[in-house]
């Protein structure tokens, strides 16, 4: 045993270099030189905490006889010492590591040794805090690349440019060596899958043979996984990749969720990135971030593309309305025999229903009311085609006759769509006032009678159009009086609902056209009207309604 005697002020100035140490390796060097100083034959192993209470890892080893090598992880077992030569590594109330003297030392260099470690812990510790100073702001800093990234990202318009741009950060962000960007055919919907957009230094005919493990789909099966680095797992694969398609120059997997506020945007696959696995946390923290702000991105323009749409559906459908509006009649037939008013209210922009007065030569009238299963585009698009056909033969035919060929024509069009078409149509004499009239599957026609002031209700007796394809259809004649009214509409207004839903219902337009006949017909359609709306509390409905009013004069 030695005992040294060592000058305070030297010993002060010496262990000063301990602290200005920039670098582990550094530190340990300068504590082997001090080590040296103290005890230069003596057998010494400097510890620090490892995993757990338990466990240490060797950084320094000194003189002849030490049974541990650096860069070693031991347990006190290891090396059975006694107590007074483990002198503990502590910074306040913290025990950092613990430092082995091969043999007993005198009570100075006890001190001394002590001394030295005292310094050890507070420049280890300070290291420690530098490095995490530093990875912080390195996160910081990245965190603000990304933003000014984002920035410009957020001012780009062409989607190709900012996923080609994205994915060209990402993998510069953790160096890889190439990319892939997928994004979800419908952002938000992670069951839409995934649609390849961008690749970087990898073929794409490459990225289609990937495939998942037990023929599950891939990249489909990573999303919703966290932001995560993936090596080779025991049996070959990679980040639930099949082993037989992992490439032997794979050497790991970023998997990055472009994942922004819960909606799902997408994923970036990077291949063969510059990340420590055991230290991964700060990059992945990184990439995150960037991930989030891609969500974001891709968000918005799809939330811009479905902008762009709906602005051009609807100029498409205003151009459609109006469209629509010039089909319905402008003018009454020029008789003088009767009097007529009609209207037909869209339950959206454009409707499926139907309505039409035509003159023949010889005078006589011809009417239809008409209404197509549903409402909206399909409605307005069979509605245009039976329109044109009935428009064609009406004067041609008796209506049961134009029923049955305008079947026919409905049949053919909406093949096993499921839709169909209600309509009534009717022909009036001018001289004799004979109503001929057929119906297919409409809602009964109401026939005032001004000499009994009683209303009929001509009901239909052939299925609606488009149901059979050799349907047959009836044909009934009335004979009509001065005075009597005839009402043609649609179920959007009988079936229309109040507050309660409960229904407009035909004993309330009876009793509307019996209390109005004698007012003419621009009167009882007007009051119909305001009728449906005091019903229902508004003036647009979740049917088309549509009415025609026919009074012999």
């Known amino acids: 045993m030695s005992v040294r005697t060592v000058d305070p002020w030297t010993e002060a100035i010496a262990l000063a270099s301990l602290h200005a140490c920039r670098t582990p390796e550094d530190l340990d060097r300068e504590l082997r030189l001090e080590l040296q100083r103290v005890q230069p034959d003596l057998a010494m192993a400097l510890c620090v905490a490892a995993d757990g209470k338990e466990m240490h890892r060797v950084q320094v080893v000194l003189g002849d006889g030490c049974p541990l090598q650096a860069g070693q992880k031991v347990a006190p077992a290891d090396w059975p010492l006694p107590a007074a030569q483990q002198l503990p590594i502590r910074y306040r109330s913290h025990v950092l590591g613990v430092l082995l003297v091969g043999a007993p030392i005198a009570e100075q260099d006890r001190l001394v040794l002590g001394a030295i470690l005292a310094h050890y812990g507070a420049a280890l510790v300070n290291l420690t805090l530098n490095e995490e100073s530093r990875q912080a702001t390195e996160h910081y800093c990245a965190s603000l690349q990304a933003l000014e990234e984002g920035i410009v ?12 741009r994205l994915l060209n950060l990402a993998t510069t962000m953790v160096q890889a060596t190439a990319g892939a960007l997928y994004v979800l055919r419908e952002v938000g919907n992670p069951a839409s899958g995934l649609a390849l957009e961008q690749a970087l230094g990898i073929p794409d005919s ?97 939330l811009e593309a479905l902008t762009a749409r709906n602005r051009s559906i609807a100029k498409e459908l205003q151009i459609a309305e109006t469209i629509q509006k010039r089909l319905l009649p402008t003018h009454a037939p020029a008789t003088e025999e009767y009097t007529f008013a009609w209207c037909s209210i869209a339950a959206q922009s454009i409707g ?28 307005a698009l069979l509605m245009s085609s039976f329109r044109s056909t009935y428009r064609a033969d009406a004067p041609w035919m008796e209506p049961n006759d134009l029923a049955s060929s305008l079947n026919c024509e409905v049949v053919h069009e909406v093949g096993a769509t499921g839709m169909f078409i209600t309509a009534v149509m009717l022909r009036i004499e001018r001289e004799t006032r004979r109503l001929c009239i057929s119906s297919a599957g409409h809602n009964p026609v109401m026939l005032f009678r001004k000499a009994s002031g009683k209303v009929e209700r001509i009901d239909s007796h052939g299925p609606p159009l488009g149901f059979l394809e050799r349907a047959e259809y009836d044909l009934q004649d009335l004979q009509l009086e001065a005075g009597d009214v005839l009402m043609l509409y649609t179920d959007g207004i009988t079936e229309a609902t109040d507050g309660n839903l409960d229904m407009f219902g035909e004993e309330r337009l009876e009793a509307l056209l019996r209390q109005h006949a004698d007012e003419g017909a621009e009167v009882l359609l007007q009051a119909a009207r305001r009728s449906l709306a005091e019903f229902t509390g508004r003036d647009n409905y979740d049917d088309d309604v549509s009415i025609t009013v026919i009074k012999v004069t």
């Not at 229903?353 to 409605?379: C, E, Q």
Request: glycine share 10%.
């Open 206 to 302: 490459l990225l289609g043979t990937f495939h998942g493990k037990d023929g599950c789909q891939w990249p489909e099966v990573l999303v919703g996984a966290p932001t995560q680095v993936v090596e080779r797992d025991a049996d070959g694969g990679m980040a639930m990749l099949a082993p037989e398609c992992v490439p032997p120059i794979l050497h790991n997997i970023v998997v990055l969720p472009l994942r922004y506020h819960g909606v799902e945007a997408g994923l970036c696959i990077l291949f063969n990135a510059a990340i420590d696995v055991a230290n991964a946390r700060d990059h992945l923290g990184r990439v995150q971030s960037l991930g989030q702000l891609g969500a974001a991105l891709l968000h918005r323009l799809r």
């Open 352 to 379: 499926g229903d139907y309505l039409d007065l035509l003159t023949s030569d010889l005078g006589d009238i011809y009417a239809v009311v008409a209404d197509a299963s549903g409402h909206g585009i399909n409605s």
């Open 153 to 164: 990202l957020f001012q780009e318009e062409d989607p190709e440019a900012v996923m080609a």
